[in-house]
Nanobody
């Protein structure tokens, strides 16, 4: 399974960005898609998750500001990020879990920089 992420960039605090991640190559349905992020010197952390047929979930730090959504026809996951803060600066990674092969796959990461 290949994941191609896009949409990162530089934005001022209070601004918005939309990340996209398209999955390809899976012969099984993708069970869960999610976004993680990693800041310098910190561990990678879960930002938001979107399981098939289930409820979305968010890290406390982004609740009310970020929205995850999936386009099942396109095998794509989005992360709408609003009211961005400097502490949201990180490399954002999309993840896909395929239960049929019990495999976890990662995109290449896209850098989000929020200036104050």
């Amino acid at each position: 399974v290949q994941l191609q992420a896009s949409g990162g960039g530089l934005v001022q605090a209070g601004g918005s960005l939309r990340l996209s991640c398209a999955a390809s190559g899976s012969i099984y349905p993708i069970t869960t898609m999610a976004w993680y992020r990693q800041s310098p010197g910190k561990q990678r952390e879960l930002v938001a998750g979107a399981p098939s047929g289930g409820s979305t979930s968010y890290a406390d730090a982004v609740k009310g500001r970020f929205t995850i959504s999936r386009d099942y026809a396109k095998n794509t996951v989005y992360l709408q990020m609003d009211v961005l803060k400097p502490e949201d600066t990180a490399v954002y990674y999309c993840m896909a879990y395929v239960h049929g092969v019990m495999g976890t796959y990662w995109g290449q990461g896209t850098l989000v920089t929020v200036s104050s």
